[in-house]
């Protein structure tokens, strides 16, 4: 099976490459139409939670997958697509699952804006630095002999220069930043949404293949991810809604980064872009599951942070 998948590659021509750049652009675009300097200040007025959110995206999440891969030993280009995932910033859809779950909106905003910065750098050096820690994987990256630099100029262009350009527009132009926003970040997310199917349905045999192996471990990996930022927050003591807000911020990643940088640096790999693409439709599952149960329950009062 592992000569097979990895020797599978995802078909994803150029010009759907460079539609999928467009898209997360927009996508990233219109959240950030909802983003200002405030956010950023935030952190110098309650650092306790935004410190601990960027802790558990980037830190203990990169960790524990780790961990997970080195218990499960996973196909080495699944293990490696585990680590693209959790290298990733939070989703673009985890401040909507955050408001659904009424946890602390304003503070998944600013997670969103800082994680999306640090994912500049963070992005390529959690994958290189984790998946070069695990010997099957370590193999793959340098047969790919990918260039840092390379993936974090991508990855600024994809996601820093939309975060300016929107936060631009929204300090200039509030008003019209305020119209644009919601139905900007929903038409360029269902975009976004239509092209991973496309690329799924164009490769089903592929996919019905391999989904039920890939299946079980995404699922694992997500639970483990919620679970990482719940109880990070929990044991540091913050309150209900922050806690449901790094708990949806650390399990909800961008897989849609994760896809791209795959298709760009690995030529879509068989079993990361499997396993990229199978958490792309999971975490949005397991979000609304989550923002259902939440959001029927109210948040108490009390006295943290």
Not at 32 to 38: G, Q
Not at 43 to 60: A, D, E, I, N, R
Request: charged fraction near 10%.
């Amino acid at each position: 099976m592992e000569q097979l998948i990895d020797n599978v590659h995802i078909n994803f021509d150029e010009s759907a490459l460079w539609t999928l750049n467009l898209a997360l652009a927009l996508v990233m675009f219109g959240i950030a139409l909802e983003i200002s300097l405030d956010d950023f200040k935030r952190l110098l007025k309650t650092p306790k939670p935004v410190l601990t959110g960027v802790v558990s995206q980037f830190l203990l999440l990169p960790i524990i997958t780790f961990v997970l891969v080195w218990i499960t030993e996973p196909l080495p280009s699944i293990a490696l697509g585990m680590f693209m995932v959790a290298a990733c910033p939070g989703g673009n859809v985890s401040n909507f699952f955050t408001h659904l779950s009424k946890g602390n909106a304003a503070l998944s905003v600013t997670l969103t804006a800082i994680a999306t910065l640090l994912a500049i750098f963070m992005t390529p050096f959690n994958l290189s630095f984790w998946g070069g820690l695990y010997s099957p994987t370590a193999s793959i990256l340098q047969q790919v002999s990918i260039s840092p630099l390379e993936m974090i100029r991508l990855v600024a262009l994809l996601l820093g220069i939309p975060l300016v350009l929107g936060m631009l527009v929204n300090n200039y132009w509030p008003e019209t930043a305020k119209k644009l926003a919601k139905g900007f970040k929903i038409g360029s997310l269902l975009f976004f949404v239509i092209l991973v199917f496309l690329a799924l349905y164009k490769n089903k045999e592929i996919f019905m293949e391999y989904v039920l192996y890939v299946f079980w471990l995404v699922i694992i990996h997500n639970l483990v991810a919620l679970l990482t930022g719940f109880s990070i927050a929990k044991l540091i003591r913050l309150s209900q809604d922050n806690i449901r807000c790094l708990t949806i911020e650390t399990g909800i990643q961008n897989s849609g980064l994760g896809l791209l940088l795959i298709f760009t640096f690995f030529d879509g790999l068989g079993g990361m872009a499997l396993l990229t693409a199978f958490w792309g439709i999971w975490h949005l599952v397991s979000g609304l599951v989550i923002s259902f149960i939440w959001g029927g329950k109210p948040v108490e009062k009390e006295e943290l942070v």
